[in-house]
């Protein structure tokens, strides 16, 4: 007897930046062992092994509940975009890849795009999943904007 396929989860969350750049919010992105201070529920992250800026970087993020490990699977500086995978983690994700696009919109501003693939996750709805997505980029957007606003 065939095993059952469960179709993979697809979904891309996007958020507008009204006052900065791709230019701007890219460095912040393309850090990668930084994302505890965009991020809502992680505290910790930090660089297990590779090479800063380079394919193959492995961060450790941690949360009061949960940890992930996230390899760097591509990073383009010119295009802005990244794409990353979980590998370990305690919170359900498996066969988990996401990319991250900075675009730029016409007049001011820009636009991030976070699109994934994944298998299910245990005990959640694509849904819930897309709308928890959707509500964390919005945070990090503004997180990211504050933080350009900073440097100026």
Known sequence: MAEETVPKWEGKSTAELKTTTPEQIWPFLAEFCNIDKFFPSV????????????????????SSTSWAIEKLLTIDPINH??????????????????????LAVE??????????????IEGMKLEDF????????LFMAKKLEDAVRAQI
């Open 43 to 62: 505290d910790t992250c930090y660089r297990k092994e590779g090479t800063t800026g380079q394919p193959g970087l492995v961060r450790y993020c941690e």
């Open 81 to 102: 975009s990244l794409s990353y995978e979980i590998v370990e983690n305690n919170i359900g994700f498996k066969g988990y890849v996401a990319t991250l696009n900075v």
């Open 107 to 120: 007049g001011d501003g820009c636009k991030i795009e976070w699109s994934f693939i994944s298998d299910p």
């Open 130 to 137: 897309v709308s928890y997505l959707d509500n964390t980029l």
